[in-house]
């Protein structure tokens, strides 16, 4: 899943050129690349699906040439992730009724590369041998308000649970009293499902965006005019809310990949080197004077940056925009982001 804007990760992801497309850490990879060498060590690439939105199908061709170009998908509107896997689901199907899927944000750090492959082995196992709807659930290291949590009962053996409920972002006293029970996991929203299993769970739940969705054919020429007939009457929900949070048949992996989401500039800050100071700075030319915890990211590398008597700050200076806010504002973000759109021509910041 490659669609979204990442608008809390902005001035740096934006409308044009959102986070998946970029090198966030210095790797020499973007983040869709690193999420496609990950699963390509053990998916071939002709089994490797995209779906985006259509502004960014292009974009999406280049940064994974291996990807068969077919196999690379746009969405004519944002629908959340609901409709993106129920169609996604569709044109697995018709290649391979019988097939179990895997489904992966294309925006997502993970760092114990061989753990990960590990649990997806483990997951693909289960799902296709039952009923089961698969997640990964994070083991969490603080109570973030940032993420999803799933909690989880009945252990089914030692390597897999019963989920019990999906918790969306709770506020901080909360995900304390998550992180206190012992039995909350982050949700990472990777997920491993056979397409009869998701099939039968959309028809049970979302029984009119099913039906939608079968007046399409799948992998035919007709099928790109089709979508963009139905898609502005499809309904705009998550899987977590339309699917997760009510089948009865879902079940949690428990995983330590070292993982984050990198939705914000936190989560890259707590993710990236820092020099003595524990600053992080992605580039040489900067001077900081009684300055630590700082995140500060230049877009132009050409300017030089002195820094002065900042602790805890986000500094991120692009062609269009400078954003200076203390770090554990990150979350406010997306607010400053409406606030600017509301301005006068303030979409060009975007």
């Known amino acids: 899943m490659a669609g979204g804007i990442g608008s809390r990760f ?68 944002m629908k959340n992730t609901a409709a993106c896997n129920l169609y996604m689901a569709n044109k697995i199907a018709e290649t391979n009724p019988d097939a179990t899927m895997i489904v992966l944000p294309a925006d997502h750090l993970i760092l114990k590369e061989e753990t990960f492959l590990e649990k997806v082995e483990l997951a693909f196992s289960i799902a296709s041998t039952h009923d089961y709807l698969v997640t990964l659930g994070i083991t969490p290291t603080r109570p973030d308000t940032g993420y999803g949590y799933i909690q989880f009962v009945e252990k089914k053996n030692s ?49 009119e965006m099913t039906q939608q969705f079968t007046a399409c054919e799948y992998n035919a020429e007709s099928e790109q005019s089709c ?42 800050f707590e993710n990236s080197e820092k020099d003595e100071n524990q ?27 002195v820094i002065d008597g900042l602790k805890d700050f986000i500094v991120v200076d692009t062609e269009k925009v400078l954003l200076i806010c203390p770090r554990d504002h990150d979350q406010l973000i997306k607010e400053y982001v409406l606030d600017l759109k509301s301005l006068k021509k303030g979409d060009k910041f975007m």
């Open 10 to 77: 902005w001035p740096l992801s934006t409308q044009k050129f959102p986070k998946q497309f970029q090198d966030i850490l210095g790797t020499g990879r973007t983040m869709i690349q690193q999420t496609y060498d990950r699963i390509s060590k053990i998916i071939p690439n002709e089994n490797i699906f995209v779906i985006t939105n259509t502004e960014y199908v292009s974009l999406s061709h280049q940064q994974l040439p291996e990807i068969p170009e077919q196999n690379i998908v746009g969405e004519p509107l």
């Open 159 to 207: 390597d897999y649970y019963k989920v019990k409920t999906f918790t969306e972002k709770p506020m901080l006293e909360i995900a304390k009293s998550f992180l206190e029970s012992g039995d909350f996991l982050w949700n990472a929203g990777i997920f491993i499902w056979s397409v009869k299993s998701i099939h039968k769970a959309f028809e049970d739940f979302l029984p």
């Open 227 to 268: 979508i963009e007939l139905i898609y502005p009457k499809i309904q705009k929900i998550s899987i977590d809310n339309g699917i997760l949070e009510k089948a009865k048949n879902v079940y949690v992996i428990p995983a330590d990949l070292g993982w984050s989401d990198l939705g914000t500039w936190t989560s890259v």
């Open 279 to 305: 600053n992080s700075i992605n580039i040489k030319n900067v001077l900081t004077y009684q300055s630590n915890g700082n995140i500060i990211h230049i877009k132009n590398n050409n300017k030089a940056i």
